[in-house]
Each structure stands twice: as C-alpha cells, then as structure tokens.
C-alpha cells in the first residue's frame, strides 16, 4: 500500500530503528528493493531523483512504483521525490501522486548555489503547505552536504554545492535547524554531518568517528518529533569495487560511510537513511563479472538478472542492520 513518509517515520522512531531510501531508476533496482523488502518483512522508502525522471520520464517511474504496490500489497511503500530543487517540481510530483517530497532549498534551483536562511525557509514554507493540504510528507535540508575531508560536495550531477564549502556549512547548527523546522513545519529534515553524496567520500579507510555524531545529538535534542535524514549514506563496499576492478574497471581507492556508523546515527535519531551509489556498484560490479565469465552471452535479461541479485543482497543487509527487518 502507498502511505505517507511521516506514518513510516513516526513508526520508525516510535520503535528505535532506521529505514533506506533508496533511488530508483530501473525495473531492476525496484524489483531488487520489493524482493529485499518482501523477504525481510520491511517497509520501502523509494525515491526518484531529477535524474531519474530524466533517463526513465516521470510516468515510467511512477508506474514502476505503482506496480511494486500492485505485486507487493501487504508491504507498505513510501514514493518520496528526492532533491527537489523548486516548489513547482514538488508540486508536479504531488500531482503525479508521489506520497512525500523533498524541497531541498539549501541549494538554489540550479541544484549547486548555496542559498540564505530566508530563501531555504520561503520555498520550504510554501511546499509544506501544499504538501500537507494533499496529505503529503514534506523533507527539507538545513546545511549543505559535503566531506570534512575535502570541502567538496561530491559526484552527483545537479544536486550539490559547487565550489569549496567551509567547516560551518558542512556542518548543519543545532539552533539553526531548530528555527528552520518551527518556520517551515517539515516532517524530516535533512541535516549535514560529514557525508557526501557519490562513491568518493572518503580517500582513507574510515577509522570510526567519520559522523558528527555529537553533531546528530545536539540536533535531535532540540527537535525530537523531526525526524532527522542523512543523505550520502552509501557505504561504498569494497567487495564491489574489487570485482569492479578485476573484471576491467578503474575506480580508485575509496571509501563510504561505515554501517556501523550509521546505526550510530540511527540511535541518535536519524531515520531515513539516502542510499543510492551503493546498488550502482553493486549493479556495475554484477554486470562486469558476468560479462567477463560468460562473453558469447548477448540476453540482457542474463546479466540484468544478476544485478538484481547484487542489489537486493545489499538491500538485505541494509533493512536488517538499521532495524526496519520485520517492522512491516
Ligand atoms: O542525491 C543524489 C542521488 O544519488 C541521485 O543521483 O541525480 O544522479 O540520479 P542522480
Ligand atoms: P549516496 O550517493 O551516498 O548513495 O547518497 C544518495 C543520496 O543521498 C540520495 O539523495
Ligand atoms: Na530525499
Ligand atoms: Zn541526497
């Protein structure tokens, strides 16, 4: 069944646990998400992206969610518009029956302009009150997202800040966030706290303390009915990027947020947790092997097949580990 973000998230705070949201793009990755989900009675937040809208159009997407809730009905699903970089695309994607939208007015509509309170608080205001009106869940972003390590905001085309950002944006300020979340009325809230959207978040292996989490704490103590967002929460696992690399790819080393660390978050507050480069990899990396082991083969159900595999098995591990296995 289709349901709103908010009854999942208050669900998932009431029971101390976290929820993936991860993006979706093709009938591969929503088929891995629903058989991970199904398999272990979890509820799904999938989420599209500008991106996404792009490379698979707007009815394609909201039918390929529509037909996970028709082949899947006793799992509840939350169709989330992720990034939206205007009131009207979150207006378009409420008409199109999304149940929850992202207004990400800490970047101007270009999607790489860091933006001032005021603008974040008057687009975010404006998309709340339609939202609401349509029984639609509102997240909005406080802070822009970026590594600690480097200032930059990472990989993704057309949702991050360009340029080098500075230690107190990287950061979201506790009573900023507060302030923003009584101006705007958001039901969650995107916050920043040393990730970054991409594989390259980290050059070095991550040896704990990569989170703010003294950050995350101080946050969710002054807003405790918000319920806190973490975007570029991929986990970047170095398995795939091994069989990437063997099997002809060239990424360099490189690392993600540690499961673990997100779990951390997760007892501090966080609730949705923004997962997207980990099933490219995972789907890159199937892909790569099975083309290597198997050159003669031309089906592309053959090695399409497998990523769903490699994305659900992560899909898996993600809804047991963060606590959303059996809350379905
Ligand atoms: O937030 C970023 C997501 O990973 C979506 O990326 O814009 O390439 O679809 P995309
Ligand atoms: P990753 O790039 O870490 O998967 O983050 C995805 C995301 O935040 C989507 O909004
Ligand atoms: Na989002
Ligand atoms: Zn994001």
Redesign the pocket.
Known sequence: ALVSMRQLLDHAAEFSYGLP?F?VNNLEQMRAIMEAADKTDSPVIV?A?AGARKYAGAPFLRHLILAAIEEFPHIPVVMHQ??GTSPAICQRSIQLGFSSVMMDGSLAEDGKTPTDYDYNVSVTRNVVALAHACGVSVEGEIGC?GSLETGQA?E?DG?GAEGILDHSQLLTDPEEAAQFVRDTGVDALAIAIG?????Y?FSRPPTGDILAINRIKEIHARIPNTHLVM????SVPQDWLKIINEFGGEIPETY??PVEEIVEGIKHGVRKV?????L?LASTGAIRRFLAAHPSEFDPRKYLKETVTAMRDICIARYEAFGAAGQA
């Open positions: 949201a993006n989420q992206s992720d990034h997202l990472g993704e949702v990730t970054s959207h991409g594989a978040k975007h570029g929460s991929s993600g947020v923004n997962i997207d480069t980990d490219r």
